[in-house]
């Protein structure tokens, strides 16, 4: 009976029986196959490539808003906390909520500290800013006027922004009331995480611009950080549309 067919040559002295020589075919599967055209090996590199700076790309748009929200964050913070007191034209105080001609908390602190610094020679003209809600008697420069001449705060160094009824379109009004009046370099006064914001529509206006955060606002600790993440959000809305 013969043996069966291992598929290797025949030692020296051994019958060729039970040979099975190879086909091509069978030594084409033992070795690579070298001759792949170079078109699809140069479309591979240049997918490989693509992949390689694809990932990194993606990461970063991903990452990149939140940490330039971070960062807006932390220099929202920065500017809270930087007092840039020194004598200018005039002292702008931002209005805010009033009720019926009496100031809210907030808006009081902003006028407490407009009257300490116009005590301390820091300007000579006050402008106060904010107009109204349909129905209401007052508008916030008018609660802001009425208390700072209970203050001590002479009417006629008073001026009114009373048309505004939001931060940029408060600003324009100072703007042009700068303009009228060849007034060019304010202080600005508002509750803290305000002041970047306000500070950059004064640059888009043309308006040399220093801030001081208002002393005892009640927006303050933890519940400040919502407004600044608000303020956060804001900022990027005015940068993108300029508003």
């Known amino acids: ?19 099975l020589p190879r086909h091509p075919q069978h030594e084409t599967a033992r070795y690579p196959v070298t001759g ?8 591979s590199r240049r997918r490989g490539r693509i992949r390689r700076w694809l990932v990194p790309v993606l990461v970063f748009l991903i990452l990149a808003g939140p940490i330039l929200e971070l960062a807006l964050v932390g220099a929202i913070y920065v500017q809270a906390r930087t007092d840039q007191t020194r004598p200018v034209d005039a002292i ?3 209005g805010t909520t009033q009720y019926n001609g009496v100031p809210s908390p907030t808006l009081r602190a902003r006028l407490d500290r407009a009257v300490a610094l116009y005590r301390g020679g820091i300007a000579r003209t006050v402008i106060v800013t904010g107009g109204g809600l349909p129905g209401d008697v007052y508008t916030e420069a008018q609660s802001g006027r009425m208390y700072l001449v209970e203050a001590g705060i002479p009417e006629t160094a008073i001026v009114l922004e009373n048309d505004g009824r939001d931060s940029w379109e408060s600003m324009n ?8 009046r060849n007034l060019d370099s304010i202080l600005l006064v508002s509750d803290g995480f305000h002041l970047l914001r306000l500070k950059m529509m004064a640059r888009d206006l043309g308006i040399t ?11 303050s600790g933890s519940q400040e950080f919502g407004y600044v993440v608000r303020e ?6 005015f940068v993108l549309g300029r508003r």
């Open 209 to 219: 611009a220093y801030s001081t955060a208002s002393e005892g606002s009640p927006i």
């Open 36 to 43: 792949v055209p170079e078109a699809v090996a140069g479309t």
């Open 173 to 180: 009004g100072v703007a042009g009331i700068l303009a009228a």
């Open 1 to 19: 009976m013969s043996p069966p067919p291992t598929g290797l040559p025949p030692g020296p002295g051994q019958p060729a029986t039970g040979y």
């Open 92 to 94: 702008v105080v931002l």
């Open 232 to 237: 956060a959000l804001a900022i990027t809305a």
